[in-house]
């Protein structure tokens, strides 16, 4: 068996958190299709309100970048995630009576507060690409292995309200890209020192916290919508 890559480790470390988040109230109700559209709506504003700030994660990182090809990469990611997850969560937001400008005003609930804070936290002290994709690739591996499971187990899902947003995450394209990234993320912890590799391990375990709280917070409708 050949040895496991850096990411390939974290990912491994990280599973027994990832489903824990599969298994989530919230995740459970969408599967089966009991889900309250409330709950929903709500999960659909606070993931636009989350997005915004991720995205500053790779201006962060940006702005630590040494060479092109790194921004170049950024501006990939960013344009993926722009591109591939705006199209399911516009569509929502019009089946929810709402825009995206119309929601930008709004607070991030605490966890989600918490979440952003840490991975920007993460990016802008840090000392580059490294930590960056460490507070990312939590969110973007892990949505890629729920929704893929999920869609395994409770197929049907497709033909509920929800079915889109899961087929997007389980899609071999969103898939595909995911491989890309970790590959980048492999590329920028090479050769960096014991210290600096343990800094890493620590971004990703608690971001991967973080989406865990994330999804026990979604199982709670937004009291302002």
Request: hydrophobic share 40%; charged share 25%; glycine share 4%.
């Amino acid at each position: 068996m050949s040895e496991q890559t850096f990411v390939q480790q974290l990912v491994q470390e990280s599973l027994p958190v990832w489903e824990k988040c599969l298994h989530s109230e919230f995740l459970t109700h969408l599967a089966d299709g009991t889900l309250d559209e409330a709950c929903f709506k709500g999960y659909i504003v606070e993931d636009s309100l989350y997005l915004r700030e991720y995205a500053k994660v790779f201006a962060w990182g940006m702005t630590k970048a040494k060479d092109m090809q790194t921004i170049r990469t950024y501006y990939s990611l960013l344009s993926f995630v722009n591109e591939s997850e705006d199209a399911a969560r516009l569509h929502y937001l019009k089946h929810f009576g709402l825009t995206d400008e119309g929601i930008q005003s709004l607070p991030l609930r605490p966890e989600n507060r918490a979440y952003v804070d840490s991975m920007i936290e993460a990016a802008k002290n840090g000392e580059g690409a490294a930590e960056c994709m460490m507070a990312c690739l939590p969110c973007m591996l892990s949505y890629g292995w729920i929704f893929q499971k999920l869609l395994e187990e409770k197929p049907s899902v497709q033909d509920t309200l929800y079915g889109a947003l899961v087929v997007d995450y389980a899609d071999k394209g969103y898939e595909a890209a995911c491989r890309d990234w970790a590959v980048f993320a492999e590329k920028v912890c090479e050769g960096l020192s014991d210290e600096r590799l343990a800094r890493c391990r620590e971004i990703f375990h608690a971001c991967s916290e973080h989406e865990l709280n994330f999804w026990a917070m979604a199982a709670f409708p937004r009291s302002d919508l």
